[in-house]
């Protein structure tokens, strides 16, 4: 199972950015997928999770910004960030968890939001 994540980049305070994350194999089911971010000299943190039943939960600091969602059909997970602030530079990191109890993470993306 392998995770490929994009969609970071630049943008200015108040702008948008949205992510996505394909995870590619064979042979497993995907349960809970999700978008973490680590910020310089954080820890990293779950921002959003949606299972597979379509179920989310977000990080306080980004609920009414930012949406998750997920696409079964092509095993593929997004993370729709509006508004974004300062706060939310970080690398993002999207990350699935499988029916046989494994969990793997992308290689993450890295979302800078300045003037």
């Known amino acids: 199972v392998q995770l490929q994540a994009s969609g970071g980049g630049l943008v200015q305070p108040g702008g948008s950015l949205r992510l996505s994350c394909k995870v590619s194999?064979?042979?497993?089911?995907?349960?809970?997928m999700g978008w973490y971010r680590q910020a310089p000299g954080s820890e990293r943190e779950e921002v959003a999770i949606?299972?597979?039943?379509?179920?989310?939960h977000y990080v306080n600091s980004v609920k009414g910004r930012f949406t998750i969602a997920r696409d079964n059909a092509k095993n593929m997970v997004y993370l729709q960030m509006n508004d974004l602030q300062p706060e939310d530079t970080a690398v993002y990191y999207c990350?699935?968890?499988?029916?046989?109890?494994?969990?793997?993470w992308g290689q993450g993306t890295l979302v800078t939001v300045s003037s």
């Open positions: 194999g064979s042979g497993f089911i995907v349960n809970v």
């Open positions: 949606i299972t597979s039943g379509g179920s989310t």
């Open positions: 990350r699935v968890a499988l029916l046989s109890g494994s969990d793997y």
